[in-house]
């Protein structure tokens, strides 16, 4: 399914992501991995790092290349990882830009809110494709605070929301009902011009997605907290981050100075929601303050603990109530509080202690 889902998003430039199982009594067992920039800044640098179940496997990165007026940003999300035989697993795809005219350098779409642009992205990615549920998210805005606005170019006025959601989909996939959850952070622009010397005025609208989430199953199997236990062990390279803050911030002078006014917006939006991935996940990684760190772990629904192995800390789902550290590396989420290791993996382990 998730191979399925790539090619038909990597068609359309989109981003999604994430699924999984857990085992006995509530447990689930990690290993981290790491989402390499192997191509952007002269060495491999990790883009970012997280959680997902240990018999998994990963493939791809981030990858560069020249994707036209409607991404100058030159990079975009090509990850993922899964079961061997792809019929279940999670990815990160790349992000979304669009149009309501046509003619310009993005796809042409017309989207009001988060919910008509994951319907839009599924009828286009997967051939019978329906939503049948949905719900906003809220806890996903407080990464994009500030992006919302008006500016105002003399008689021009150029305005910005956000919006957040999730829809469950449901597809055929080689005769096999499957199921999806889809994440989606958006921003919408606006741009509107009066009528002047005779010429009529202009509503023109699009817009731009985060890099987001597509968890996948077949029907019955998808399992939405175990998706979300993944999703939220998502953490930035740091050196990956300041390097590409400093790309974005050369792009965005070089917007200013040549662009014209239409492409100076697409390139904008499309550089304003990458740059909120770094900007949320350096909230997220405020975290030498207690109390910074504990308003980040309630945003996220996240415990850190103290890694007893390499140094640190390690930041788990707080849905489960005990996490272990095994010998082989990878991580162990219980609600059992009799667990151990030994006597059920054959694997000797730590218990990890909340940090203070």
């Known amino acids: 399914m ?22 006995a009594q509530g447990q689930l067992r990690m290993k981290p991995v790491d989402v390499i920039d192997a191509q952007g800044f002269g060495r491999p640098l990790v883009a970012f790092s997280l959680m997902v179940p240990h018999h998994w496997r990963e493939q791809g990165g981030v990858v560069w290349g020249n994707f036209g007026g409607c991404n100058r940003s030159g990079y975009n999300f090509d990850w993922r990882s899964g079961l061997p035989d792809d019929s279940e697993g999670v990815a990160i795809l790349p992000a979304l830009s669009w149009q309501s005219q046509p003619g310009g350098p993005c796809p042409q779409m017309q989207v009001s809110n988060a919910r008509d642009f994951l319907a839009t992205v599924a009828a286009q990615s997967i051939p019978g494709a329906q939503v049948i549920d949905y719900r906003q998210r809220p806890d996903l805005l407080t990464e994009m605070q500030g992006v919302a606005g008006r500016q105002d170019y003399g008689s021009m006025a150029y305005e910005t929301a956000v919006d957040a959601g999730e829809a ?66 998502i953490r930035p390279g740091p050196e990956w981050q300041r390097q590409i803050a400093q790309h974005h ?8 100075q040549h662009a014209s006014a ?34 980040v772990e309630a945003i996220r629904g996240v415990e850190t603990y ?20 095994l010998d ?18 054959g694997l000797d382990g730590q218990l990890l202690r909340v940090t203070p």
């Open 2 to 23: 998730v191979r399925a889902v790539t090619r038909a998003a990597l068609a359309l430039g989109l981003i999604l992501g994430l699924t999984g199982g857990a085992g």
């Open 168 to 233: 469950l989909i449901a597809f055929q996939q080689d005769g096999r009902e499957m199921r999806a959850s889809v994440i989606a952070q958006i921003m919408m622009w606006r741009l509107t011009t009066p009528e002047m010397y005779g010429l009529p005025g202009q509503d023109i609208r699009g817009g731009a997605s985060n890099p987001g989430f597509v968890a996948a199953a077949p029907a019955g199997r998808l399992n939405l907290q175990v998706a979300e236990a993944i999703r939220k062990s």
């Open 249 to 256: 911030a050369v792009l965005s002078r070089q917007n200013t």
């Open 262 to 295: 239409m492409s100076r917006i697409n390139s904008q939006a499309s550089n304003e929601i990458m740059g909120i991935i770094n900007d949320g996940y350096q909230q997220r990684r405020a975290i030498e303050d207690r109390g910074q760190r504990e308003r």
């Open 306 to 325: 103290n890694d007893a192995v390499n140094g640190g800390t390690v930041q788990l789902d707080n849905t489960y109530e005990h996490a272990w550290q």
């Open 328 to 345: 082989d590396g990878t991580y162990l989420l219980t609600n059992d509080s009799l667990f151990n290791p030994g006597v059920e993996l």
